[in-house]
């Protein structure tokens, strides 16, 4: 029995063993086929995640695209919109179909009425609260004194200065026209002040080199003197000069001549501004010593008469031409042809030049402007520019500022190719250009939309229609100059009314054919935005009979006279 019940556990225990081999086998088939299926699973979500993030990202391109196609057709629509009706709006101009009384073309923006409470207050009073509680002891942080002008205090003023604490951190001083200080006055506050960087003492007729000697020795942190209006001034003022020196201002000198300008060379390395006009023993070696400037980025030779060609050649042959910005060589009469290529090809980051009244540069010479790549502002005022030269200066689409004042071979087909190549122009003089009619500026107006200044004084062609054409389009014009203009009447000056809602200063000195109540509608023009008239009679003023439009008129303008007078009594009206 024993034995029966031994092999009947034995053969369980076999079919047990037999079993769990059979589910232990059974489990690795299904290990292994799913662990195949999981990495062709695996693959195939690989293959399809691929597919559908290129669908995605084509579909999010797909989105971009339409949106920016759809702001760029927006931007082109309005674009086109405005420029139909612009086209329309000349086109009625040239039928006569456009009546007095219909509104311009609208402008996007327009200045919001503001009311400024502090500024309506006597001046008194403002001063008053400027100054309230201030004494000595808080100028000890001093850092800025002008007292340009003030003629009340002496040398011993400039002693009780010096005595102060304000002197110590003293950076800014400016002490023009105080022309009762002598040289003792001067050496008294530049002992002190060691820490000045800006001295001015412009129109000083009577100051002398000794003043100079003693700030130019004491202030070694000098960064910015200026000297307009000095002509006693000589060379021994300027026998050193700071080494930190940067700008640098004499005018009206005949008496330093070119050693200063060595000097000024070699012992300020940094200097980057130098304007010395109208001194006129200064001759080509100083523009020899000029060219050693590296970092000059501003250079004014304004009415020095003897600069020649070779100067100019020896000059832009020197390291300062990399640097150089801004240039003016006005009424320097010796320049000629050679020196407006040599500018145009070597001075290549100049962006501002002026050449007015250089007589010997001739019609051909100033086509090469054409050729100066960052020239944006230009002044050939009463040279020999013609219609030719004026559309080579105009083929670089860069040009916001041009001054062709008493260039009288101008006509309007010139004026119009200019106009056309030029649309980013934002200030023009066309003063005393006696062929310009009003045909040329509608081209101006039409292709130049960002005009803020327009000068026509003297255009003797220019009409009413004129200002319809400029307040029509140009809905940025800020100044507008009409002096002399005998051709415009009332009925222009209400289109300005209606269409510059920017604008701030209009001359119409001398337009006799303006009555004398015009003004009061013009001065009215945006008088929230604080508008400057000059009435006809050559006095600033703002001319009312109505008592609503004075009510409007002080809302900005603390004083409205009216004195009735058609023209200036020294004249023949």
């Avoid at 589910?23 to 999981?38: D, G």
């Avoid at 230009?378 to 008493?406: E, F, Y």
């Avoid at 439009?549 to 900005?556: A, G, L, N, P, W």
């Amino acid at each position: 029995m024993s034995n029966w019940t031994a092999c009947k556990e034995k053969k369980e225990g076999v079919i047990a063993k037999v079993l769990r081999i059979q589910t232990q086998r059974q489990y690795k088939f299904v290990y292994t086929a799913f662990f195949a299926w999981k990495e062709w699973t695996q693959q195939i979500v690989d293959r399809y995640a691929i597919l559908h993030f290129t669908a995605a990202q084509q579909l999010l391109d797909h989105v971009w695209d339409l949106q920016l196609c759809k702001t760029i057709f927006n931007a082109w629509h309005h674009v086109t919109l405005e420029s139909v009706q612009q086209k329309e709006y000349f086109d009625r101009l040239e039928k006569g179909e456009n009546s007095e009384n219909e509104e311009p073309i609208p402008s996007k923006n327009c200045f919001p009425e503001v009311h400024d409470s502090i500024s309506t207050l006597p001046y008194k009073v403002s001063v008053q609260l400027n100054l309230h509680e201030i004494n000595h002891r808080y100028l000890s942080n001093l850092l800025c004194l002008s007292l340009a002008y003030c003629r009340r205090f002496t040398d011993k003023g400039m002693t009780y200065l010096a005595q102060g604490e304000c002197c110590k951190n003293l950076e800014h001083l400016d002490l023009s026209n105080c022309l009762q200080l002598t040289p003792e006055g001067f050496m008294q506050i530049f002992n002190k002040c060691d820490n000045l960087k800006v001295f001015i003492v412009d129109e000083f007729p009577t100051l002398t080199d000794q003043c100079i000697q003693s700030i130019l020795l004491h202030c070694s942190k000098l960064e910015h003197i200026s000297f307009l209006g000095s002509p006693l001034l000589t060379d021994a003022a300027f026998q050193k000069f700071p080494k930190a020196l940067k700008i640098i201002k004499l005018e009206g000198n005949n008496r330093i001549s070119d050693m200063s300008i060595k000097l000024l060379s070699r012992m300020c390395p940094n200097v980057s501004h130098i304007y010395l006009a109208d001194c006129q023993r200064l001759t080509d070696i100083c523009l020899r010593y000029l060219a050693t400037c590296k970092q000059l980025t501003i250079l004014n030779l304004a009415e020095c008469i003897n600069i020649t060609d070779a100067g100019i050649r020896s000059f832009s042959d020197g390291i300062c031409a990399i640097k150089l910005r801004e240039l003016n060589l006005s009424n320097c009469v010796h320049l000629g042809d050679m020196s407006l290529i040599i500018i145009s090809k070597k001075l290549q980051n100049l962006t501002y030049l002026s050449l007015s009244f250089c007589d010997n540069i001739s019609e051909s010479s100033l086509e090469a402007l054409g050729q100066a790549p960052n020239l944006i502002s230009l002044d050939i005022s009463g040279s020999s520019c013609s219609d030719q030269s004026i559309s080579a200066i105009g083929k670089r689409a860069r040009m916001k500022n041009i001054n062709i004042s008493q260039c009288t071979n101008i006509t309007d087909l010139g004026l119009q190719k200019f106009a056309k190549q030029c649309p980013g122009l934002e200030q023009i003089d066309l003063s005393h250009c006696l062929q310009i009619t009003d045909v040329a500026i509608k081209n101006l107006a039409f292709c130049c939309r960002l005009l803020s200044c327009v000068k026509l004084s003297g255009c003797k062609f220019i009409t009413d229609l004129t200002l319809q054409y400029l307040s029509g389009v140009c809905h940025y014009l800020v100044q507008l100059d009409l002096n002399g203009c005998s051709l415009i009447t009332d009925k222009g000056m209400k289109y300005v009314q209606k269409g510059c809602n920017w604008l701030r200063i209009l001359n119409i000195l001398y337009c006799k054919s303006i009555s004398k109540n015009v003004p009061e509608a013009a001065c009215i023009i945006n008088s929230r935005s604080g508008l400057g008239l000059l009435a006809s009679d050559g006095s600033r003023k703002e001319l009312t009979n109505s008592r609503s439009i004075v009510q409007k008129m002080k809302r900005s303008i603390d004083t409205v006279n009216y004195n009735g007078e058609e023209c200036h009594p020294s004249l023949e009206c």
